[in-house]
């Protein structure tokens, strides 16, 4: 139960934070719309960003599953949030039958229906940067 209202909890905040200040705008939005040039020194940053947000997640056993460019919001400040924990899970040893995410940025071993872990969460974060870094989206 514990880990399963961890999950709820995170949510929920992120939930809150979103509806109270943030400026919804999802990156390939952003890019795609052609609001704004990126730099790559703002790549890095975003890039920093979303690893400090798995890096938390992950350091609680916490598989986001589902990380791409429209679960990725800018706040006022220009920091950007990881959203939508909607089929995120606690990682277990044995999660085969576990497969989730959106194919575009599933890793192979998702994808092939074998056991994973953070790596897959890291894979989806290579496809969103490759997509920053050409602009391929």
């Not at 990881?82 to 995410?101: C, F, M």
Request: aromatic share 14%.
């Amino acid at each position: 139960h514990f880990k399963l209202k961890l999950i709820y909890i995170l949510f929920w905040i992120i939930w809150m934070e979103e509806i109270s200040g943030f400026i919804c705008v999802d990156i390939k939005n952003f890019q795609k719309n052609k609001q704004v040039n990126i730099l790559f020194l703002q790549q890095e940053f975003f890039v920093v960003c979303i690893l400090m947000a798995l890096q938390y997640l992950h350091k609680n056993l916490v598989l986001h599953r589902d990380i791409k460019p429209e679960n990725l919001v800018f706040d006022e400040e220009g920091y950007l949030h990881l959203t939508d924990l909607g089929i995120a899970r606690i990682w277990k040893p044995n999660n085969l039958n576990e497969t989730s995410g959106t194919p575009g940025y599933m890793a192979p071993e998702v994808m092939m229906k074998l056991n994973h872990g953070v790596a897959s969460d890291y894979f989806a974060l290579g496809c969103v940067v490759y997509e920053c870094l050409t602009g391929k989206v």
